[in-house]
């Protein structure tokens, strides 16, 4: 797959900055401005404070790519499709293509998952796209042993507790956030797209806002104990059940970035899924986008 040559504004000073994303530290270093222009939503999360960093990534749009090694697959997801290549010492390659199946990011990590380059292509817009999912895609490969979670959900605040709902696009997880929001009392938006699940030490899942949200900038860096999650299906009448343990798996699976192309990857996110259904119930919601639907949730949940 041909990735094309580099528009990139050459002589530019470099800025390196750090941010925590549910915990997790990590550093960007790109040409001077383009982290506010690319990457606005991060600006919540960024922190001064010293510490240790789980991996680092440096923006280069400079680089090629040199499809040594493996090609793994090509991998459509909801927001995006990756062209993955393995190299002989595990190290990764990865393409991001749009909606248009174009290249518009180019991710390229060492073996240890520690260091990362990114190159971006294509107008700003497209830019900012490839940039976030090769973002995203090294978030998850980092923090997934730390039984770490980049979910799919949007997700509610309530008395201090975090109610997720899950389901595939178009099912009515943010209409049914929205209809918490309006309807029941002290109900905040905490993130509507991408929010990361990850379990405490003391085995207690927690959920935490993200710079990644969807269509609607929800960016807040909070988090708080999960107290319930439902998968939201359209349906004519309101009702809602409990799921067995083989179900609730499938359904917390297929709601959170598995980068199935890795094995280790994927075995500690399943790892990570058993923990939280040791805590947890998955109820699956079959609902009107109406006020007594999400009533019945508040009630159940």
């Given at each position: 797959?041909?990735?094309?040559?580099?528009?990139?504004?050459?002589?530019?000073?470099m800025?390196?900055?750090?941010?925590?994303?549910?915990?997790?530290?990590?550093?960007?270093?790109?040409?001077?401005?383009?982290?506010?222009?690319?990457?606005?939503?991060?600006?919540?999360?960024?922190?001064?404070?010293?510490?240790?960093?789980?991996?680092?990534?440096?923006?280069?749009?400079?680089?090629?790519?040199?499809?040594?090694?493996?090609?793994?697959?090509?991998?459509?997801?909801?927001?995006?499709?990756?062209?993955?290549?393995?190299?002989?010492?595990?190290?990764?390659?990865?393409?991001?293509?749009?909606?248009?199946?174009?290249?518009?990011?180019?991710?390229q990590?060492?073996?240890g998952?520690?260091?990362?380059?990114?190159?971006?292509?294509?107008?700003?817009?497209?830019?900012?796209?490839?940039?976030?999912n090769?973002?995203?895609?090294?978030?998850?490969?980092?923090?997934?042993p730390?039984?770490?979670?980049l979910?799919?959900?949007?997700?509610?605040?309530?008395?201090?507790k975090?109610?997720?709902?899950?389901?595939?696009?178009?099912?009515?997880?943010?209409?049914?956030?929205?209809?918490?929001?309006?309807?029941?009392?002290?109900?905040?938006?905490?993130?509507?797209?991408?929010?990361?699940?990850?379990?405490?030490?003391?085995?207690?899942?927690?959920?935490?806002g993200?710079?990644?949200?969807?269509?609607?900038?929800?960016?807040?860096?909070?988090?708080?104990?999960?107290?319930?999650?439902?998968?939201?299906?359209?349906?004519?009448e309101?009702r809602?059940?409990?799921?067995?343990?083989?179900?609730?798996?499938?359904?917390?699976?297929?709601?959170?970035?598995?980068?199935?192309?890795?094995?280790?990857?994927?075995?500690n996110?399943c790892?990570?899924?058993?923990?939280?259904?040791?805590?947890?119930?998955?109820?699956?919601?079959?609902?009107?986008?109406d006020?007594?639907?999400?009533?019945?949730?508040?009630?159940?949940?």
């Amino acid at each position: 797959m041909l990735f094309g040559k580099s528009r990139a504004i050459q002589h530019k000073k470099m800025q390196t900055r750090s941010y925590i994303v549910a915990g997790h530290r990590f550093s960007i270093g790109m040409a001077e401005g383009e982290i506010e222009t690319l990457l606005p939503s991060l600006e919540p999360f960024e922190t001064a404070s010293a510490g240790e960093e789980l991996f680092g990534i440096t923006v280069d749009n400079n680089i090629q790519p040199s499809w040594r090694g493996e090609r793994v697959g090509r991998f459509p997801c909801p927001s995006a499709t990756f062209e993955v290549y393995r190299q002989n010492n595990g190290a990764y390659q990865i393409l991001v293509l749009d909606d248009s199946n174009i290249p518009c990011a180019f991710l390229q990590s060492d073996a240890g998952y520690r260091n990362f380059t990114i190159a971006t292509r294509g107008s700003m817009k497209s830019r900012a796209f490839g940039l976030n999912n090769a973002l995203m895609v090294a978030y998850t490969l980092c923090t997934a042993p730390y039984r770490t979670l980049l979910m799919h959900s949007s997700v509610i605040e309530n008395g201090g507790k975090a109610y997720m709902f899950l389901g595939a696009s178009g099912q009515g997880k943010s209409t049914h956030s929205d209809l918490w929001v309006k309807h029941i009392d002290g109900s905040t938006l905490i993130n509507d797209d991408n929010p990361v699940l990850r379990i405490a030490d003391d085995g207690t899942p927690y959920i935490y806002g993200s710079p990644w949200s969807g269509k609607r900038p929800i960016y807040r860096h909070v988090h708080y104990p999960i107290a319930g999650m439902a998968a939201i299906e359209q349906e004519k009448e309101n009702r809602i059940h409990k799921e067995p343990i083989p179900i609730a798996f499938g359904i917390l699976l297929s709601s959170c970035s598995t980068l199935k192309f890795d094995k280790k990857v994927h075995m500690n996110i399943c790892g990570t899924i058993t923990g939280v259904l040791e805590r947890l119930a998955v109820h699956t919601l079959y609902c009107r986008p109406d006020k007594e639907a999400a009533e019945l949730s508040h009630n159940t949940l």
